[in-house]
């Protein structure tokens, strides 16, 4: 790893720059969309495959005033984002191709980069910071996983009793049905038992009531042609979200010790330090310190010295790589051997 450890500054450009891209490219048409749909899908993962190698860890006390800032105005350009292309979905002022790129790397934006720095924002204590992170989900139609990641995935991760842990040989498409449905299910279980012991109203209400919102503001401004474009976009991003989480916990198990879990550690998250996608997605592939530490700021999340384990490619690639089975059962299988 490299001794340079990266500001709240370059968080921002890497994350924000195809953002921009795509917000201009969707008003105006023409080379910014396909501008901002190459930098998601082709240089950054490059980047990623020739630097490879990570940032330093940040010394003890370090401080970054600017952190959280940046994850509001990551929540504003995510809103920005969402409404300029369905507004050029429900218009024609794009080509055909147009709109498949642009499809295409919003969703990429929307997957990786607003649910990397959402999944941040739900893991603060601030109320507010906590309620912007859910309505990013919700906007995603996938408001449930703020309760199912907290209070079903944190607990139970590298265990069977956690859905969004893959299990050695599961391909991604049986991995992925069972994943949503079951950790819909499971974050449902817990808010009502949270529910009925503090007497509050179960946040499903919200989860289901955005979702419900979100496609009839969607519908009644846009009209269904960009109704449907919504549904698939959200769909797109949810599978690349559960991709991260696939990939991130594959095979990877927790022993038993007197029937219960050992504790969570380093050896139950594979982590991925490529520089390019870890500024993107404000560190989200040093998975397992946030494990560890849930609510440890994005930009002290440590990779450390201890053994751990580590993809062979960043994160991105290895969502790619997943999506076709044997060719990831071929890179993963035997590195999970020698994990467990």
């Known amino acids: 790893m490299s001794g340079r450890v990266p500001s709240v500054a370059a968080f921002a450009f890497v994350s924000v720059a195809p953002a921009a891209l795509l917000i201009w490219g969707a008003a105006n048409g023409g080379w910014t969309i396909w501008a901002g749909f190459l930098w998601m899908a082709v240089a950054a993962p490059l980047a990623d495959t020739i630097i490879a190698r990570g940032f330093g860890d940040v010394e003890d006390g370090a401080r ?22 369905l507004r050029a979905f429900a218009n024609d002022w794009l ?10 790397g919003a969703g990429m934006w929307f997957g990786q980069v607003s649910n990397s720095f959402a999944h941040e924002l739900i893991h603060r204590r601030s109320r507010g910071l ?8 919700v906007s995603l139609l996938f408001g449930h996983h703020v309760s ?25 498409w049986r991995f992925f049905p069972r994943a949503w449905f079951g950790s819909f299910k499971a974050g449902l279980m817990a808010e009502r038992k949270r529910a009925a012991s503090s007497g ?27 109704t449907l474009d919504y549904l698939l976009l959200c769909l797109y991003a949810q599978m690349q979200l559960m991709l991260s989480d696939y990939v991130q916990h594959y095979g990877l198990r927790r022993a038993r010790d007197d029937g219960r879990p ?21 560190n989200a592939p040093r998975h397992s310190d946030h494990h560890a530490h849930p609510g440890r700021e994005y930009p002290v999340l440590r990779l450390g ?36």
Do not use: Q
């Not at 089975?325 to 999970?336: A, E, H, K, Q, Y």
């Open 95 to 104: 080509s055909g191709l147009e709109r498949v790129a642009l499809f295409l």
């Open 148 to 172: 199912a990641h907290r209070l079903v995935h944190h607990v139970h991760v590298a265990t069977d009793g956690d859905p969004n842990s893959a299990r050695k040989g599961e391909s991604f």
């Open 130 to 137: 906590f309620r912007l992170g859910a309505a990013v989900y």
């Open 200 to 226: 509050r109203l179960n946040p499903y209400v919200f989860w289901l009531g955005g979702a419900v919102l979100c496609m009839v503001l969607v519908w009644s401004i846009f009209g269904p042609r960009a």
């Open 262 to 282: 050992e504790p969570v550690g380093p050896r139950h998250s594979w982590d991925a330090p490529h520089p390019f996608s870890s500024l993107a997605m404000v």
């Open 305 to 340: 010295a201890e053994k751990r384990p580590m993809l062979p490619y960043s994160l991105p690639v290895m969502g790619a790589i997943a999506m076709v089975p044997p060719l990831w059962r071929r890179v993963m299988d035997r590195r999970v051997l020698r994990m467990n």
């Open 64 to 85: 970054f005033p600017g952190a959280n800032a940046l994850l509001v105005v990551l929540a504003i350009i995510h809103l920005d984002l969402l409404v300029g292309t």
